[in-house]
T-cell receptor
């Protein structure tokens, strides 16, 4: 069975500081990995996804994530936080397998950005 | 592209009443998912469909919940009778085969049961 662990339910940074949101996964087969963002009172929006084409994945709004198989990690980073980045972020995993596979989501990390 | 459409966006009802949530997936998508999000339990998958057929309903909490997908462009999630503990945000998502399992989410329906 697959699982995702997001370390830290809340992360606080100052505007302009580095953002690092941690995600570790467990999967018995090669995974697809995703980061979604949820702004207040909105649905989840895809930030980026790993599909095995490249280990460093760039997404929208300046975010990127690096797939590290040896560490079973897919941490999300952004060099400089903006106030508009304040939101909840979800890591998700699915199997690279024949046929469609559902996503398994982490519990989310709320990013707080202070001026 | 209009994205996934959900209605209503907000629903307030009294305990014991029937509630119906609606979803229109993205045209051409053959998978549809219903999720529930609460502070206590996070994001839970309730049920999902492939080509209008329910594939996995193991997340449906109890018999009071039912979901249907009569055609490729419409799905409903019904709660009868509703209870205060059903208060949550309900999301619909859709996906297409061959797209690395990526799901596209609707804006959600915020349900409050008094």
């Amino acid at each position: 069975a697959q699982s995702v662990t997001q370390l830290g339910s809340h992360v606080s940074v100052s505007e302009g500081a580095l953002v690092l949101l941690r995600c570790n996964y467990s999967s018995s087969v090669p995974p697809y990995l995703f980061w979604y963002v949820q702004y207040p009172n909105q649905g989840l929006q895809l930030l980026l996804k790993y599909t095995s084409a490249a280990t460093l994945v760039k997404g929208i709004n300046g975010f990127e994530a690096e797939f590290k198989k040896s560490e079973t990690s897919f941490h999300l980073t952004k060099p400089s936080a903006h106030m508009s980045d304040a939101a909840e972020y979800f890591c998700a995993v699915s199997e690279q397998n024949t046929g469609f596979q559902k996503l398994v989501f982490g519990t989310g990390t709320r990013l707080l950005v202070s001026p | 592209d209009a994205g996934v459409i959900q209605s209503p966006r907000h629903e307030v009802t009294e305990m014991g009443q029937e509630v119906t949530l609606r979803c229109k997936p993205i045209s051409g998508h053959d998978y549809l998912f219903w999720y529930r999000q609460t502070m206590m339990r996070g994001l839970e998958l309730l049920i999902y469909f492939n080509n209008n057929v329910p594939i996995d309903d193991s997340g449906m909490p109890e018999d009071r919940f039912s979901a249907k997908m009569p055609n490729a462009s419409f799905s409903t999630l019904k709660i009868q009778p509703s209870e205060p503990r059903d208060s949550a945000v309900y999301f619909c998502a859709s996906a297409s085969s061959g797209t690395y399992n990526e799901q596209f989410f609707g804006p959600g329906t915020r349900l409050t049961v008094l």
